[in-house]
C-alpha cells in the first residue's frame, strides 16, 4: 500500500482522533474508511450528474478546511 500524500486540517483531524478513541480503531484504518465512504457516494452522485457532484466536492473540500 502506497501512502498518499494528503494533509488534513486540524478539524478533520481532531475528528478522526475522537473516532478513533471512540471506537478503538487507529487512525489510518478510519482516515482510509473515510476515504472509501466519500468515494462510493462521490461515484454514485457522479453517476446522476458529474456537475452536481464536481460541485459537491468542492464544497465539502472547502467546509474541510474551515
Known amino acids: 500500500m502506497k501512502p498518499?500524500?494528503?494533509?488534513?486540517p486540524d478539524k478533520q483531524k481532531l475528528q478522526i482522533n475522537d473516532l478513533s478513541e471512540v471506537i478503538d480503531i487507529n487512525t489510518s484504518t478510519i482516515a482510509r474508511a473515510a476515504?472509501?465512504?466519500?468515494?462510493?457516494?462521490?461515484r454514485e452522485a457522479a453517476s446522476k450528474d458529474t456537475g452536481k457532484?464536481?460541485?459537491v466536492?468542492?464544497?465539502k473540500a472547502l467546509e474541510a478546511m474551515q
Open 35 to 42: 476515504l472509501q465512504i466519500g468515494l462510493e457516494h462521490i
Open 57 to 59: 466536492c468542492m464544497i
Open 4 to 8: 498518499l500524500a494528503v494533509r488534513f
Open 53 to 55: 457532484a464536481s460541485n
